[in-house]
Structure formats: structure tokens, C-alpha cells
């Protein structure tokens, strides 16, 4: 069982750069992907970033070059950078651990970011 906890969020001015953090605590394999998706009203959970342990990204289309994720393996916490925040980045933000050809999929309680002036 695995368990994520995020951190960060909340209201932002457009063009801010607020981060998100989320630690996984429990029985976490050295080759899990760890991530962040969001989900806005009316729309389905879409993919942000992901990052596997060696380091290799992949980011949505729509943040990248504003957005940045990384992690710290020692401590089981991968972070998101948000740069340059728009009004359409407002969405509950999940952090997501899975390890690939495996059931494991775990997903964190979410995250309000809400940008606005």
C-alpha cells in the first residue's frame, strides 16, 4: 500500500510560480513513475508530467517549457514547478505513483490550484 501526500496549491495571480510537493510513504518500488495529473470541472483527469526514476520527463504539450518536474529518491517526493501560470491551469492537481507492469497505482487526495487576479 502506498500512500501520497501533496502539498502546495492554493490561489495564484496569473504568472505566478507557485510548486507542489508530494511525498510516498509505504511500500514504494525503486522503479516507480511518480507524476502529477489534473483535473478541471467538467473535463477528465489529463496527464501534466511524469518522471521516472532515472529521471526521464514527459510533459503535456499544453505546460511544456512552464512547468517542471523532478523528484528526490531518498525522500519518495517528486515536486512540480509551475511557471508563468494562466487562468486554464486552474484544476485540482493529483500527484500519481504506479510502477509499470505491476497493479500498483496510487493517487494522491488532489490539490486545488486556482489562478486568478
Known amino acids: 500500500q502506498v500512500q501520497l501526500v501533496e502539498v502546495g496549491g492554493g490561489l495564484v495571480q496569473p504568472g505566478g510560480s507557485p510548486r507542489l510537493s508530494c511525498a510516498a510513504s509505504?511500500?514504494?518500488?525503486?522503479?516507480?513513475?511518480m507524476g502529477w495529473y489534473r483535473q478541471s470541472p467538467g473535463k477528465q483527469r489529463e496527464l501534466v508530467a511524469t518522471i521516472t526514476l532515472d529521471g526521464s520527463t514527459n510533459y503535456a504539450e499544453s505546460v511544456r517549457g512552464r512547468f517542471s518536474i523532478s523528484r528526490d529518491n531518498a525522500k519518495n517526493t517528486v515536486y512540480l514547478q509551475m511557471n508563468s501560470l494562466k487562468p486554464e491551469d486552474t484544476a485540482v492537481y493529483y500527484c500519481n505513483l504506479r510502477v509499470p507492469f505491476t497493479d500498483l497505482n496510487s493517487w494522491g487526495q488532489g490539490t486545488q490550484v486556482t489562478v486568478s487576479s
Open positions: 509505504g511500500s514504494i518500488s525503486g522503479f516507480a513513475v
